[in-house]
């Protein structure tokens, strides 16, 4: 008989309906009733295309005796940690505070008010893996709860009041933030951490760490350190061609547990895929690689085909697994592919795709070309590109990943800036339309009074939105209103940003996760570190800086500046665990902005899609009689198109001329440099 989770809208959540455990979903209803049995909670957070939280599941969860232990010591709490990331925020960190590493499925005990006294990740059903069985854990915490409750009061309090802590601590008066001089000794620190062979920073697991990474490539150019964008684009190089990449379909998985790229965990998450689209349109438009501009395509392709949704918003990712196995959907044997492919044809994707009869995971292949050693000619490529579509379909018959369709507004606003800029560099106008079609479905069905909702799916919502769904829908909204020029975007982000102010910014500085009229958790919880996803407060000195330059208001640039300066002491505790931060504040201290003016302004379009101006502003406006007094660009006008250069606040003369324009861009692209030796 289904449990309390059948009616859930979350695609993870309703995967444990059928589960024997008597599972309550996060609310009040929950921590009311194990408040009145006074019974400790056991709560576990994971999510839909998450391969481990899928063997928790069927090693206990879906075992009757485990259940049944579940049931009779403990109230159970299943949490969706991308439904719910302010609630996944808070026990993640306790974890941490237990001087456990973070992952998921999060395993909590908490006591009967929320308050965490232990934890953990996955714990296996027998004892394995230098870890007890779960029945053992949870008998253990059961009598520990019941025969040592100061032991739990204590551990409670302890953790609470650490949480408190880190939540309520300020930078103000102390360190202070970090100078650009700083900036350009830690992109040259993390340059020294990455593998010079297989890019990514050193050892194994790989993950794209896009915030490093965007940082690597924007203090790259902005100091003229070629050892840092170097480093990027080989970092690009060999994801795009490692085993992380789908070959067949397009788009990219989580993570690669090997040092290579080469075998990933196969889920595909809609934030990874929008974060590399961003940073491989950057590389492209420096290098025009080819293999970037295919990768971009083929992404896309594989977002339009299979994560856009009725209405234009897109789902949230594709799980791992299929018939209870890890990548068995994206694996190969040799033998499949001689069976599918002639003869010579097969002899060549074999060659070139890493096939051999003994595989290169488990006895199977994931393809890859990380080992390619000679250049394709043209009919090669045209034969391979046939070869891969015959793959394709037969993958294609068999048992598909599920698919998580809940759409959340932070990811999709990552989505959408990608869809700009990729759409603006190589000129294709279905990728802008899939952006506005994107946006204008957040911007409305996930709109109640006005404020964002997090997540939806099936015309449910309910989840008020986090400060992380502001902040990248505000960027989403400035990117459109630069590829456009369209006001009424710029008119969303300032409304936005109003919103952002009034119910999320905390006295001691930097935004909230939740807003001041959200549902009370043990903490409200503020930060600036980098996670899987560009941290709130990290884009937010970013988004203040554009509203700044776009409106000359000064409020937008003092919000911008008390943020770094409410977070410094963070960053200057642990500078690489915050590129984030450091990114926003190479914006914030030189400001940079491009405005094309008069009648033609595509005739600037070749030199400007040919350089990577990952920093700069850009505006394309017949006229300047809607810039506000006291704006740089204020007057400036010119009958036929004019190129404007504006460096902390200071416009240059009007630019006519594309080799003139081309020479002026890369100086003040790399303007710090001069300013970091000062």
């Known amino acids: 008989m289904p449990n309390r989770l059948a009616d859930a809208t979350s695609p993870y959540l309703q995967q444990h309906a059928d589960n024997p455990v008597d599972w309550w979903t996060w609310g009040p209803e929950a921590l009311a009733h194990a408040r009145k049995t006074n019974t400790p909670i056991l709560l576990s957070v994971g999510y839909a295309a998450c391969h481990w939280c899928h063997v928790m599941a069927h090693e206990s969860f879906e075992d009757e005796a485990t259940a049944a232990l579940m049931n009779q010591l403990f109230v159970n709490i299943k949490v969706d940690r991308e439904e719910r990331p302010d609630v996944d925020a808070i026990y993640m960190a306790a974890l941490h505070t237990l001087g456990e590493q973070g992952g998921w499925p999060l395993t909590m005990f908490l006591t009967p008010d929320g308050r965490p006294f232990f934890g953990g990740t996955y714990f296996p059903d027998k004892e394995r893996y230098g870890r007890p069985s779960f029945q053992r854990v949870l008998q253990e915490i059961a009598r520990i709860f019941v025969e040592e409750p100061q032991k739990v009061s204590t551990n409670a309090e302890l953790i609470t009041s650490q949480l408190g802590r880190a939540s309520e601590r300020t930078g103000e008066g102390d360190a202070a933030p970090i100078s650009i001089a700083a900036l350009q000794q830690l992109a040259s620190r993390i340059v020294d951490h990455i593998d010079a062979e297989h890019g990514g920073l050193q050892g194994a697991p790989k993950f794209p760490q896009f915030s490093l990474m965007w940082f690597l490539w924007r203090a790259g150019i902005a100091f003229d350190q070629p050892d840092a964008t170097d480093a990027v684009l080989l970092t690009l190089e060999r994801i795009c061609n490692g085993g992380i990449f789908d070959h067949l379909g397009g788009g990219f998985a989580r993570y690669a547990v090997d040092e290579r790229w080469l075998v990933p965990h196969f889920e595909k998450m809609l934030y990874d895929n929008a974060q590399l689209v ?401």
């Open 278 to 678: 961003i940073l491989l349109t950057e590389a492209w438009r420096e290098r025009q690689d080819s293999l970037f501009a295919m990768r971009i395509a083929e992404t896309l392709d594989w977002l339009a085909r299979e994560m856009t949704l009725e209405g234009g918003g897109f789902a949230s990712s594709l799980d791992a697994d299929t018939e209870g196995e890890e990548g068995l959907f994206y694996v190969w044997s040799e033998e499949e592919i001689r069976d599918l492919l002639p003869a010579r044809d097969a002899d060549l994707f074999c060659e070139i795709y890493d096939v051999t009869p003994d595989g290169n995971w488990e006895g199977k292949t994931i393809l890859n070309r990380l080992s390619e050693t000679r250049p394709l000619n043209a009919d090669e490529k045209a034969q391979l590109a046939q070869m891969r579509e015959t793959l394709w379909k037969r993958r294609n018959s068999r048992t598909q990943p599920a698919i998580d369709d809940k759409i959340l507004a932070d990811w999709n606003g990552l989505m959408i800036v990608a869809l700009c800029r990729a759409a603006q560099s190589f000129n294709r106008a279905d990728w802008m339309k899939m952006a506005r079609r994107a946006f204008d479905f957040v911007s409305t069905e996930m709109v109640v009074e006005e404020r964002l909702e997090h997540a939806w799916r099936g015309h449910r919502s309910g989840i008020p939105g986090m400060a992380s769904d502001y902040a990248n829908m505000i960027w989403a909204a400035l990117e459109l209103h630069q590829a456009s020029g369209a006001s009424s975007y710029l008119d969303k982000a300032e409304a936005w940003q109003k919103t952002l102010d009034v119910h999320y910014w905390l006295e001691n500085g930097g935004y909230a996760i939740t807003a001041d009229d959200a549902e009370a958790l043990i903490v409200r919880t503020r930060a600036a570190h980098d996670d899987a996803v560009p941290n709130a407060n990290a884009v937010m000195i970013s988004n203040l800086s554009m509203l700044f330059q776009l409106t000359g208001t000064s409020a937008y640039r003092d919000r911008a500046e008390a943020i770094a300066a409410s977070f410094a002491n963070d960053v200057a505790r642990n500078q690489i665990g915050h590129t984030g931060m450091a990114t926003g504040l190479l914006e914030l201290q030189n400001p940079q902005l491009l405005a094309i003016v008069g009648n033609d302004p595509s005739r600037f379009d070749s030199v400007v899609d040919a350089l990577s101006l990952p920093g700069m502003l850009t505006l394309r406006m017949a006229d300047t009689t809607q810039v506000p007094d006291g704006h740089p660009l204020a007057g400036k006008n010119s009958e036929n198109a004019a190129a404007f250069v504006c460096t902390g606040g200071q416009c240059s003369l009007p630019i006519t001329e594309s080799d003139t324009l081309e020479d002026v861009l890369r100086g003040a692209r790399a303007g710090l440099a001069e300013l970091a030796a000062h």
